[in-house]
Structure formats: structure tokens, C-alpha cells
């Protein structure tokens, strides 16, 4: 079976809206062993959606429809496909009750428009939509083509597909060798010598090791194909292992780790805690901090210092330091994560002060300058200086540098627990 998956939207096209669906979908694919060939997106233009349906319907026997469900004019999916394949549209008082009950819990009233949410081909089935109004159909208008569709909204559209879709997949017998990936990401290499270093396991053929970077992180995806998860780890595990080994201090985690969920789990374990001084981020760091849930166990907090005056006053940076060496600077980047320490009690504290641009650069400051403190509570602190380039864009180099400033602390806390070799 041969899947295809089709994304209706006009704000696709305009890339006003990121497409994650058709991303989702196919990762998914691959974990099913469902075979995926192509993906379309086309606006929502009734003559323009059955032009794909020609092709599709032509070369693959799967066709997962996202988008194109609402109540409003422009949402016309179901509907076209069913003029397509010259098929009536009924209305099922089933979704008109569902619908209602929605709106009421909500404290709404179902209008008129939302009938049209009711209308699928005859002879469709209804793939349940439980937190949403608008559901989708299961559909075999031919033989050898089976539609499904989704909402647009990625929340609706995942919970439909785990609860319904893929269980009828894995009963129509659809699912084949499962292909598993796990990522091993890194910081602090650049992707030509990590790739260099693996070079040898780029070659293999199953698993399959592939390297990509984005935003100064560098990632190897390992994707094995198996009869089960279980099967393709363990073709997964020896090659991690020797990346692993190959990387050492420059792999920091693997799938969903962040960086900062990755310095979190080691403050925890070390019961030490940590407080933020930023200028050029302007809050990024700790909010990169606060994205992991249970934070505030070791993150004490911060202080955004943007203007001179709050450095001053707030952070006790010298005012001749300020006039003679700058805003950016070694030493200031020092004063600001002693200070931060001392005042808030946390164990480490981090500083950032830089250029992010795209103006206030010079030729002996050029944008791109950005330096990074850290600071115990014992009296230690350092500075770092880095050029991440002026052709950079301004939120490139602040997220840049807010992960480099983790990375630091990262490669502090692995040497302080001695496990960095």
C-alpha cells in the first residue's frame, strides 16, 4: 500500500501557516511501514483539488486529506471530493448531536453553519473528531482508494489519527516493516567534522545514519528498518554506541532532549541551582529554562539588563568598566554573572551581553559579538568570547547564544560530577 498525503489550504501556500501536519504524518507513515511516495499541497480551490485527486488516485492507494473541514465558504474538502467521485452528500444527525453537545459544554449554540460539518458521502464512515466539531471520513468511493481526512488543526488531527485511523490501518493488514529512528543531537562541532569523525557509518544501509543541523545544533538521525520497534533498536543500539564513543562531551542527548532539559536533569541530580543575567537575549534563556516542567526546583530566576543603567544598578557592573571595555565585554560579562549569583544565592549563574543586530555593530565589535560568563557562588567566573558572524539573522544569534551559554554550564556540570573524560 502506497500512501499519499494531501494538506488543503490556501495559507499553506502563502506560508502563512507552518505545514506540521504532512511532517507528523509522515513520520508516522514510517513508523506504520506504510510506504509514502508524495505529498501535495494545493489552496482551497474546489477545481485545483480534484485535479490532485486525478493524480493521486492514480498511484497511491492511501490519500490523507488535512485541512479544509471548518464551517466557513472556503472549507470545502469533503465536499469536492464527493462531487469528484459524483457521490451525494448526507447529513448524519449522529455529528449534528456531537456537535451540539460541544457547543453546549461550552456554553455556545450550534449555528447554522455547522451543519455543514454533518455532510459526508454516502456510503463514508465518520472518523470521530472528540475534542473538535469537525470529524472526517473513512472512504472507499473506488476500489483500491481509500480517503481518509483530517482537520487542519494539529491537535484534532493527531488525536483522530491515533484513536481511529491507525487502528484501522493495522486491521486492514496496511502496516509492513516499521522503520524507527532515534536522534542523538549534538552541541559545540560543527556538522562537516561530526560527519567526518562517522564518516564510515554514513555508509551503512540498515540502519541508516543521516546528519542535518539547524541553528548551531547539529543532529544524526539512526533509522532502522524492522518487523517491530523492538527488532529495529536493536540494530539502533551498537551504531548510538559508537557515535556515542566517536562524540564523547559533544553529545548531549538524544529525540526530545533540549539542551536545557539536559542541564536541568544535571543541576537536579548535583542539587544545585542557577540564575540568569542577559542583556542581547533579553529573557531568552530563561525562558528556554522555564520550558521544562517541574523548572523551578533549580532554576531560581533572573535579571533582564538590557539598558546600562539596569547593569548598574541592578548587577553592580563598574560604570568605568562600562565606559572603557563597553557594554560587550569580558568584563562585564564576568560582573554580570558574579553579581546575579550573589544576589539571587544560586550556586551557577550565566551572563550574556552581545550584538545581535542587524544594527549597533562596529569594526571592533562587529555584530555577531557575544559574550558569555559563568559564575559560582564560591567565587569562580569566567568569560567567553564568540563571533557568530554578522550576515546572521538577530534571532539566530540571540538562540544561539543562549544554547552556547548552556552548553558551557552543561560541560561544567559533566566535569564537576567527573564524567567528562
Known sequence: MI???????????????????????????????????????VGDNPERIKQVLAIATQRSQILIFTGGLGPTP????????????????????EIIEDITKKFAHRGRTMTASNRKQALIPQGASILPNPIGSAPGIIWQPVPNVTIM????VPTEMKLMWQETAVPYMQNQGWCGETIYSRTLKFWGIAESALAEKVAPLLEMKNPTVAPYANFGEVKLRISAR???????????????????????IDCYGINDDSIASVVGKLLLDAGETLTVAESCTAGGLGSMLTSTPGSSQYFYGGVIAYENIV??????????????????????????????VKKLRSNWGISITGIAGPGGGTEFKPVGLVYIGIAKITGEVESFEYRFGALRSRDWIRRVSACTALDLLRRKLYLSAGRLQ
Do not use: W
Not at 149 to 152: L, M, S, V
Open 3 to 41: 500512501a499519499e498525503i494531501i494538506c488543503v489550504g490556501t495559507e499553506l501556500l502563502l506560508g502563512d501557516i507552518l505545514n506540521s501536519n504532512a511532517q507528523y504524518l509522515a513520520q508516522e507513515l514510517a513508523t506504520l511501514g506504510i510506504a509514502h511516495y508524495y505529498q501535495t499541497v
Open 311 to 340: 547593569k548598574i544598578s541592578l548587577l553592580d557592573v563598574s560604570q568605568e568598566d562600562l565606559a572603557t571595555e563597553g557594554a560587550v565585554s569580558h568584563a562585564v560579562a564576568k560582573q554580570m554573572a558574579s553579581a546575579v
Open 149 to 152: 481526512t483530517f482537520p487542519g
Open 74 to 93: 472556503d472549507d470545502l474538502t469533503v465536499a469536492t471530493i464527493a462531487d469528484y467521485f459524483n457521490t451525494p452528500l448526507m447529513e448524519r444527525p
Open 226 to 248: 524492522a518487523k517491530s520497534q523492538e527488532l529495529a533498536d536493536k540494530l539502533i543500539l551498537p551504531v548510538e554506541q559508537k557515535i556515542r564513543d566517536i562524540a564523547g
